[in-house]
């Protein structure tokens, strides 16, 4: 097993990872004081895999444990289903001391997250994350939120965790779309800021599609601990957290004007592609590397374009999303692999050429 620290000062925290994890959570809940009372929200599918298990081996271990499911989506992340989970947990007489368990991938966490931040003004929450993004990324670092309508994330807290238990084991029910979407999280870790990690996925990425436990743990370790740092650097995002948004800025606007038919993931690597080749373009990026990326973003079985996305219409969504000074936007582009910078620099008119042309 492995361990990353987030240091936050008071509100720091562990996060745990390796292999058949779950079924000693009761074990790591004593260990950080929990003793009695815990409320697991999870989601239909997940429940099914994993939750009867988990709440037994918690009952062996002495723990009273109810278990509340919502529905799998996306459109669960909301406050009507908050509202609900709020309601439940009143029935239950749920305490400010009593912790609540999410355990699902990142719509649990951010759900189940929201609820632990403002239910009683705060219960402790501890993430257990069972898809590969949850485990490199939504889990670690204290966001959660629900949507507002089609605003994504838009009502939210910041509130960290007491403790991320990441099983490996739990990975190997996942499709391996699921599994491409969490590796498009861990090539951009890679890019910004580990190239050490970034070989490794060179060498590994068809290890890990075969869901080799000791090469899933090894990108979920590094990964883990990039995020760490980064938000230990940054926990309220006003700086270098920044960086975490590589690939996102046009990502996003892939997903929105496909009315997200285009998974985050794939998304993302189209993002990381184009900043790459306008990166490349400004006489920054290597070409020797950007070819590399391209290898690793199609070996993780992720996108190096979208048919028939419509191009005019991004960038005009890109326009109007952000905050564009003199036609520029900002961005995060990749100096080399490992290292990021960003920029205000960066044109429509650039975008849109190295969307349309490629390299
Ligand atoms: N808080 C953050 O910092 C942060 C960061 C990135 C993404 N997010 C959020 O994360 C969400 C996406 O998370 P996701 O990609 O994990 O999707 P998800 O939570 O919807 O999970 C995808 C599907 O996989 C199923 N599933 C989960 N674990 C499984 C397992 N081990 N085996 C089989 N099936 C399993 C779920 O039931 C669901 O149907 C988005 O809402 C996004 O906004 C948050």
């Not at 697991?40 to 895999?49: A, S």
């Not at 939750?51 to 799998?72: C, H, M, N, S, Y």
């Not at 926990?235 to 270098?240: A, K």
């Amino acid at each position: 097993m492995k361990r990353v620290r987030v240091r936050l000062g008071r509100n720091s925290y562990t996060v745990l990872i390796g292999t058949d994890l779950l079924v000693q959570t009761g074990n790591h809940l004593k260990e950080s004081g929990f003793t009695d009372r815990l409320v697991i929200i999870t989601d239909q599918p997940v429940k099914r895999l994993y939750g009867a298990t988990l709440k037994q081996r918690l009952a062996d271990d002495g723990f009273t444990v109810t278990i509340i499911e919502v529905p799998a989506g996306e459109e669960q992340k909301s406050l009507e289903t908050a509202a609900r989970l709020y309601a439940e947990l009143t029935d239950l007489y749920a305490e400010r001391t009593t912790p609540i368990l999410a355990l699902g991938g990142g719509v649990i966490g951010d759900l189940a997250g929201f609820v632990a931040a403002t239910y009683l003004r705060g219960v402790p929450l501890i993430q257990l994350p069972t898809t590969l993004l949850a485990q490199v990324d939504s889990s670690i670092g204290g966001k959660v939120a629900v949507d507002h309508g089609q605003l994504k994330n838009k009502i939210g807290a910041f509130y960290q965790p007491r403790l991320v238990i990441s099983d490996i084991t739990t990975l190997k029910t996942l499709s391996p779309g699921e599994i491409s979407d969490g590796l498009a999280e861990v090539i951009k870790y890679a890019v910004i800021w580990d190239e050490e990690l970034f070989s490794y996925l060179e060498s590994s990425l068809d290890r890990i599609k075969q869901f080799d436990e000791k090469a899933l743990e090894t990108i979920v370790f590094r990964s883990a601990r990039i995020k760490a740092e980064v938000v230990a650097k940054d926990e309220r995002d006003f700086g270098l957290r920044n960086i975490l948004n590589y690939g996102h800025t046009i990502g996003h606007a892939v997903e929105s004007i496909t009315d997200f038919k285009v998974g985050h993931g794939q998304a993302v690597a189209i993002g990381m592609l184009a900043a790459a080749r306008i990166s490349s373009k400004l006489g920054i990026f290597d070409r020797n590397d950007l070819a590399r990326l391209e290898e690793v973003i199609e070996s993780a079985g992720l996108p190096l374009e979208i048919p028939g996305l419509d191009v005019k219409k991004l960038v005009q969504f890109m326009k109007h999303d952000k905050k564009v000074a003199r036609g520029k936007i900002r961005f995060v582009l990749p100096r080399s692999i490992g290292e990021v910078f960003i920029t205000d620099e960066v044109s429509l008119s650039l975008i849109e050429n190295v969307l349309v042309g490629g390299r």
